[in-house]
């Protein structure tokens, strides 16, 4: 877990200060505000979750109050706004997975995690989340850690995987 | 084989490179829009191609491009809808993961058409992988000449900005996306104004669905005529089908417009038949939202005529018998699928996105749920069943964006067709909450 979340000021690393301006240039003059989604992923890629104080410098960034920031982030789904572990397990729960044995397999990953939906293990190298529909129906169940997609599951390859990350 | 004009070139090894996709005779559409026609010509042949949104909408494309409004000195803008999140529906991020040229192609000339300098791909923020894709082939498609300023010498600028979202699948009806796209919550705005007069940023602006942008290249090169000449009736062209659930082989599959839907299950070309041993109980034939059907009325329209893959065959017979193509998300049932169970899924999955604004929605998704989840518990009374049709005839055209719709007309058609299974639910709570317990009574299979 990251623990940046203790100090009251975040600010981007150059990296992600550059990458933040490239994405504000791109839009029209006075239109920044369409960076406020982007700029949210840069921070939560950063800190591993969407922190108040983060939230913050984005508003400042961005030259919008906080408030519009903070109903943004908790309008959407992927920005997680409390402390997550170092995996995210973001687990298809809709119909199609469910017909390929989505739930069994779901009830074993909760089996082999130790932990139910919304938690994270004690660790904190887990945290297991149940989302919707990932756009990946044909290959379910599914879920998503970060960018990568894990597709096709059966209990033995969420034995695998898990096992592979928690080395 | 059928025609295949979007994924003929799929699967040559390194077609996701500009140099392999432009020897394969791609940016050749652009090249011939931008030099040697109009933009009102380029729109003319997507008119004479009939191409209907393959979002799900089915609107005809070029009609949409028609309504485009063009005051003096205000900038146009085109965004694409690639915010695919239609349960069942994964054809967006297949062609734009293996083939993002085709749909950087397809964007440039659409944006000459309207007459956009600033376009948007807003892709759903859990496909950042694609999202990297696609950059890497605007980076590679603007070394080459083909987007920035002056684009082939032709004195047009063009600028593809690819958009995040974060998680919503209420961004994927156009007014939310463009409140999305402009950094706000995703709600969806009252029409008119459409976004034609006023979209983003309160410019007129077009949304197309990423595969609808993606046919234009062909179009270009063949001709309007010759896509028209493709599929049945005003059912133009080609579809993309995201098959998924109990079939041997699940997976994207173009189609010409036309196919019989048992050909498009049983074929070894396409679905391959139902996973060995069982048989077709149910369709949902075009995405989560369209209404279910029973294997007899997937396979055939009630007067025993086989039913086609085109937006009317599959509307044929209103909602009593038919259904929709909607978004192409063909989702196949067999005998082993709980039809409450999944009609329960669907409606939590709703009643998860509603965004609230509208009260029939924000509520009736949620009262739906909650009765969906007491039947398919062993708590359900019989007045529930009649309960859940009032609820979704309530929310059925009193919101402002077509979800309360989507979330109706799956509950509606269950109902509409499986009654026996939910009172199965009800009458026998014990025997139906079993693991994996389904009501065979009298199921009719094909």
């Known amino acids: ?167 | 084989m059928g025609k295949k004009i979007l994924t003929e070139h799929i699967n040559v090894p390194g077609i996701e490179t500009f140099d392999v996709y432009r020897k394969q005779g791609g940016y050749t559409a652009v090249e011939k829009a931008i030099k040697t026609m109009t933009p009102e010509a380029v729109v003319e042949e997507v008119k004479k191609a009939g191409v209907r949104g393959r979002g799900g909408a089915g609107f005809p494309m070029g009609m949409k491009w028609s309504f485009l409004a063009k005051p003096e000195g205000v900038p146009r803008y085109l965004v694409c809808n690639a915010d695919e999140s239609e349960p069942g529906t994964f054809k967006d991020h297949y062609l734009m993961k293996n083939i993002p040229h085709l749909l950087i192609e397809g964007m440039i000339v659409s944006s000459f058409a309207l007459g956009a300098n600033t376009s948007f791909i807003y892709v759903r923020g859990e496909l950042m992988y694609v999202i990297k894709i696609l950059e890497k082939a605007i980076a590679e498609a603007k070394a080459a000449g083909f987007l920035g300023k002056n684009i082939l010498g032709s004195g047009y600028d063009l600028e593809l900005v690819v958009q995040p979202g974060g998680g919503a699948y209420i961004c994927g009806e156009e007014t939310a996306l463009l409140e999305s796209l402009e950094g706000k919550r995703g709600n969806p705005r009252n029409k008119p104004p459409f976004p034609a007069v006023k979209g983003l940023y309160q410019s007129p602006t077009v949304v197309n669905n990423v595969e609808s942008i993606a046919t234009t290249p062909w179009i270009m090169n063949n001709g309007g005529d010759a896509y028209a000449a493709i599929g049945i009736g005003r059912s133009t062209g080609t579809k993309l089908i995201s098959a998924s659930g109990h079939i041997k082989k699940p997976g994207v599959y173009e189609i010409e417009l036309g196919v019989p839907v048992e050909e498009f299950i049983y074929s070894d070309e396409w679905c391959g038949g139902i996973r060995d041993g069982h048989h077709l109980k149910a369709l949902v034939a075009g995405g989560s939202s369209v209404p279910i059907l029973p294997a007899g009325l997937a396979l055939k329209l009630a007067n025993g005529e086989p039913r086609l893959m085109s937006y009317e065959s599959l509307s044929e017979g209103g909602f009593q018998t038919g259904t929709m193509l909607g978004s192409g998300g063909f989702i196949v049932f067999d005998e082993t699928a709980c039809i409450v169970r999944n009609t329960w899924n669907f409606s939590r999955f709703y009643h998860h996105e509603s965004c609230g604004q509208c009260s029939p929605c924000r509520e009736g998704t949620g009262w739906m749920e909650k009765v969906l989840h007491r039947i398919e518990h062993g708590h359900g009374s019989m007045h529930d069943i009649d309960l859940l049709v009032d609820v979704a005839r309530k929310i059925e055209g009193n919101t402002i964006c077509p979800l309360g719709d989507a979330a109706a007309w799956p509950v509606a058609s269950a109902i509409r067709h499986f009654r026996d299974e939910f009172e199965w639910h009800i009458s026998n709570p014990f025997e139906a909450t079993q693991p994996g317990a389904v009501f065979r009574g009298d199921m009719v299979l094909a």
């Not at chain 1, 074993?108 to 660790?123: A, C, F, N, S, V």
């Not at chain 1, 945290?127 to 879920?143: D, H, N, S, Y």
Request: glycine share 6%; aromatic share 8%; net charge negative.
């Open chain 1, 1 to 167: 877990m990251n623990t940046s979340n203790t100090t009251n000021t975040i600010e981007f690393t150059p990296e992600r200060l550059a990458q933040a301006k490239a994405v504000i240039a791109q839009y029209p003059a006075g239109k920044q505000k369409s960076a406020l989604l982007p700029l949210l992923h840069i921070l939560q890629e950063q800190e591993g979750w969407t922190s108040p104080e983060g939230m913050d410098y984005v508003a400042t960034m961005l030259d919008i109050q906080p408030i519009e920031v903070y109903e943004v982030a908790s309008f959407y789904t992927m920005y997680h706004l409390e402390p997550v572990g170092k995996h995210v397990i973001e687990y298809c729960r809709t119909g199609p997975c469910c017909l390929m044995g989505g739930e069994e397999v779901y009830a074993h990953l909760k089996q082999k995690l130790g932990i139910e939906t919304g938690q994270t293990t004690p660790d904190s190298r887990f945290t297991l989340k149940e989302v919707e529909c990932l756009a990946a129906c044909g290959m379910g169940p599914v879920f998503q850690i970060r960018e990568k997609y894990y597709t096709n599951l059966t209990n033995e390859r969420v034995d695998e995987i898990i096992d592979e990350l928690s080395n």
